[in-house]
């Protein structure tokens, strides 16, 4: 079953040293116990510091995430009501956290600007990080733990914290209003000179509750409950619900679960939930069982999974080395299993600069970004919603103008999706008759950056205007290699364009590319139907993120110009193969000479899937067997059948 990948989230937690790999999936992260808290944030008034977020980050960039819940809470040692109190769950950054600040009344009244300031602080951070969307806001941590020494995660009162939820959705989102003073958004704005949302991207944005804690008996439970009753503004702030679990048996995640939602009364009933911390605080004995019913009881249920905490040796899912616990196996297994399928209809109707996937990138050109060539474009553009020409009414157009040899990219993230081998596309593309002589090649590639397997699989192709045939792309030598599917595309009319390409599970050093279908007809790369042409794999991005890009290329003999041309019902797709073996298909390879290590472009091998051998054919005369050439081992297969095919005539 699929599921969007925003379902798997991580808590990693450590210091701004932390230089441990992340090596299990995962595709948001929450900012919790990782020294960017605001007591370390802010260590007098009016003065702020994001250097440990940067750190953060980065870390998760590296693994190809882009979206980030935060955690707004608690309050600096300066600003605290309460300084000297010892008794706050983390005294880091010194004393009195778990108190509200000191200009927050018992009853929700007073200025609450040193909070104010903080969300509007915080929030504008984040716009620094322009690939980088905060889905989510929660203004305090698990509030409902009032007592214990030493356990407190809150000491104010229900109307101080519904304060900070509505002073925080306010500052942030620019939403609701504020309980106790009677003030409009527009007037909480103003006390902080702003006059709208100081987080800009508040509308893909929401407000957190504040959390809480479930426990099997349900400790914390009528604290939330007393919490919500401040009705309607409890409920309205909470535009998601967070809590956390915590348990050792199977049945424990869905019996709390059921405590939980069993409490929610009037507009919070159907809320979206979020369970922003789920663990053990005991290891289990069998761990594995345990995180696969977890996961299995409650994926139906919340939209989001956030696992406390990732490297640990009691609860983590992976030690500091890398190598994942039990538990992170049976993380990585269910994450597969339920984002194995990645789709993405309609990819001509997504708006360029979201922050969530599927997302397009800004576009890559010189000089900041190498796609190829050597000018640079003076103009370019992508934009939505183009009625003419368009078959749906609402077509995207790519635009550029530059000097011959330009060349331009457009890249769409799909999503996360180490499992998938079987990548297709379907697309309709129309391009004017004024672009003949102009335009060298349109390019479209179909990519997996895998972090499983540390192996870029690029599935490069391009229609070449200036040969007439379709190339596809030789990733480990680095250039174009002609195929035997010579139909492509109609100037001044749409073109229906679809493309298979595939990996096999398993073998991390080959690419296969089938056949592209042009209005209905089928054209094998090879030239030979039902056989594909194997090319290697190569290194490259590894950040588990899958997706399809377009290119134009300014022919370099041509006059340089303007090319502007439109795609339409336009749809991606990264799958795992349906009953899929490890055995490889019988195939051809064009290109390289590996008898004579020669580049000869004129050359085939056959991949003979029976012993992972090669029939090297030059120009249509076999020279001989080359065994093992790529030092794969054996994977029993059907018994090879010839392939009579030759090389580039």
């Not at 990080?129 to 020494?149: H, K, Y």
């Not at 050597?374 to 009414?393: A, K, W």
């Not at 298979?500 to 139907?529: C, E, L, Q």
Request: proline share 5%; glycine share 10%; net charge negative.
């Amino acid at each position: 079953m699929a599921i969007k990948s925003s379902f798997f989230g991580l808590n990693i937690v450590g210091d701004s040293g932390s230089t441990y790999p992340v090596n299990v999936p995962f595709s948001t992260y929450r900012f919790w116990d990782n020294t960017c808290r605001w007591q370390l944030c802010n260590p007098s008034s009016g003065v702020y510091s994001f250097t440990n977020f940067a750190f953060w980050l980065n870390k998760i960039r590296t693994a190809g995430v882009h979206d980030v819940i935060y955690e707004l809470g608690g309050t600096p040692q300066w600003a605290s009501s309460q300084p000297s109190n010892t008794g706050c769950d983390n005294q880091a950054g010194g004393d009195g956290y778990c108190a509200p600040p000191t200009d927050l009344n018992s009853d929700g009244t007073g200025a609450n600007l040193i909070w104010r300031e903080w969300c509007k602080a915080v929030a504008q951070y984040f716009n620094t990080q322009s690939d980088i969307l905060v889905s989510g806001w929660c203004p305090w941590n698990e509030f409902t733990r009032n007592s214990g020494a030493g356990q407190y995660a809150w000491v104010g009162t229900n109307a101080q914290m519904l304060r900070l939820s509505e002073d925080a959705r306010a500052i942030i989102l620019g939403r609701g209003s504020i309980t106790a003073t009677g003030e409009t958004v527009a007037h909480a704005l103003s006390t902080v000179g702003l006059t709208s949302a100081a987080y800009n991207s508040a509308s893909s944005s929401v407000m957190q509750g504040p959390s809480t804690g479930v426990g099997n008996s349900g400790t914390h439970l009528s604290v939330y409950q007393a919490y919500m009753a401040q009705a309607p503004g409890a409920i309205a702030a909470a535009e998601v619900l967070a809590f956390h679990i915590y348990g050792e048996a199977n049945g424990d995640a869905l019996l709390q679960y059921n405590l939980f939602t069993g409490i929610l009364t009037g507009a919070n009933i159907g809320k979206t939930l979020w369970l922003t911390e789920l663990g053990w605080n005991t290891l289990p004995g069998d761990p594995n069982s345990v995180v696969t019913s977890w996961y299995t009881a409650l994926y139906p249920l919340v939209a989001r999974i956030y696992w406390y905490a990732t490297v640990d040796s009691v609860d983590g899912l992976q030690l500091s080395s890398g190598t994942l616990t039990t538990a992170g196996k049976a993380y990585s297994n269910f994450y597969n299993s339920l984002t194995a399928t990645t789709t993405v209809n309609n990819l001509d109707d997504i708006v360029p600069g979201g922050k969530t996937n599927p997302r397009w990138k800004a576009p890559c050109y010189l000089p900041s970004c190498n796609p190829g060539g050597s000018g640079r474009p003076t103009y370019n553009s992508q934009t939505t919603g183009h009625s003419t020409p368009s078959l749906d009414g609402a077509s995207m157009q790519f635009s550029m103008t530059g000097p011959p040899n330009t060349n331009i990219l457009w890249v769409l993230i799909a999503g996360y999706n180490n499992a998938a081998t079987n990548f297709t596309n379907d697309f309709h593309v129309w391009i004017p008759t004024d672009s003949k002589g102009l335009v060298g090649s349109y390019e479209i590639d179909m990519f997996l950056f895998s972090s499983a397997d540390n192996v870029e699989y690029m599935f490069g192709t391009q229609w070449n205007e200036a040969s007439g045939k379709w190339q596809i792309w030789d990733q480990q030598h680095g250039h174009w290699i002609d195929t035997k599917a010579t139909v492509g595309f109609t100037l001044g009319n749409w073109t229906h364009v679809q493309q298979s390409a595939h990996r096999i599970a398993g073998d991390t050093k080959h690419m296969y590319f089938d056949y592209v279908i042009i209005n209905g007809t089928t054209y094998w790369y090879s030239g030979t139907p039902g056989v594909p042409v194997q090319q290697p794999s190569g290194p490259g991005y590894t950040t588990g993120e899958c997706g399809i890009q377009f290119q134009v290329d300014l022919w370099s003999s041509g006059p340089g110009g303007n090319i502007t041309y439109y795609i339409d019902q336009a749809s991606f797709t990264a799958a795992p193969a349906t009953g899929q073996s490890t055995s490889i298909t019988d195939s051809v390879v064009f290109g390289e000479n590996l008898s004579t290590q020669g580049n000869n472009n004129n050359s085939a091998y056959i991949y003979d899937s029976s012993s992972f051998s090669d029939f090297l054919i030059v120009n249509g005369e076999g020279t001989g067997q080359v065994t093992n050439v790529d030092n794969q081992p054996t994977i029993p297969s059907p018994v090879f059948n010839p392939i009579v095919i030759v090389g580039e005539e």
